[in-house]
């Protein structure tokens, strides 16, 4: 019997993959870097809450942004931890404030410093936390809040990224979801990802309906807010308000292009 035993364990040396799934290199748990700008919002009024995004990482309006009806939204980028972000919006929806989920979320966090979350609840409390420890490719950084709003970015042409967004959010004349696509479409015409422009997403939730309510991507693109501005004007979807039912014209045709900051 200690023979055979003994064989065992050495065939369980020899190949790796006959060991349980508990005992394995946890792979999975590996986040991937984004850099990108994000912007998550409340509409205390309508009981509405949402988030949008855009990167040169691919299909990242599925990774960055969440929300949750009643609850509130939550981004999370640049080394995301996005398998947390039930756990944040559960903690959130237990009433704990938004500075608290966060430390709550990062209090084991091995590399705290190279996360970028941005939280709001349905009353508009929110908070942030910024990639401080993030590599010089990295820049620019930073991020604002508002009443009912909070944006960030990382890998951004410049501030004006940030601002360009805070002020769109705050000046849009519409629907929550309009006021997430202007910000976002104002955040790309002052230059966005340094890196190019791949990948976008809207996602916003309603009370009394499961899940998103708007769930729109543009995953693979080479001008993908742009192309998300038309699919959501095009979509005649009840989200929209009185800027999302405008016709279609380029927003910035003489944009900045992508570049990294000196």
């Known amino acids: 019997m200690k023979r055979i035993a003994l ?26 870097i984004i850099a990108t700008f994000s912007i998550a919002a409340v509409d205390p009024e309508t009981g509405q809450c949402g988030a949008a995004v855009a990167s040169r990482f691919p299909a990242v309006g599925k990774v960055v942004a969440h929300a949750r009806a009643g609850v509130g939204a939550f981004c999370t980028q640049h080394h ?3 398998r947390l972000a039930p756990k944040a919006l559960d903690l959130l929806a237990d009433k704990n404030l ?15 410093g190279m996360r970028q979350l941005g939280i ?14 993030a590599p010089k490719a990295s820049n620019y950084w930073g991020g604002m809040s508002g009443r009912f709003y909070v944006c960030q970015g990382n890998t951004l042409h410049g501030r004006e990224v940030i ?9 849009t004349k519409g629907s929550l ?34 899940g998103y309510w708007l769930d729109l991507h543009v995953d693979k693109s080479t001008d993908a807010v742009i192309d998300l501005h038309k699919k959501y004007l095009e979509s005649d979807h009840p989200a929209r308000g009185e800027w999302g039912k405008k016709a279609y014209v380029h927003p910035c045709p003489k944009r900045v292009a992508p570049k990294r900051p000196d």
Request: proline residues 7%; aromatic residues 2%; glycine residues 8%.
């Open 7 to 32: 064989a065992l364990i050495l065939i369980g040396a020899t190949f790796p993959w006959t060991m349980p799934a508990s005992s394995q290199p946890a792979a999975k748990e590996k986040q991937a």
């Open 80 to 82: 995301d931890v996005r």
């Open 98 to 112: 938004p500075e608290e989920v966060l430390t709550a979320v990062l209090k084991d966090d091995p590399q705290p």
């Open 120 to 133: 709001i609840d349905m009353h508009g409390r929110s908070a942030q936390r910024h990639p401080v420890t």
């Open 163 to 171: 601002v360009a967004m805070g002020k769109a959010y705050e000046e």
């Open 177 to 210: 979801a309009d006021r997430l696509m202007a910000a976002l479409v104002a955040g790309d015409c002052a230059g966005g990802d340094h890196r190019g422009r791949l990948a976008a997403g809207i996602r916003v939730c309603k009370k009394d309906t499961e």
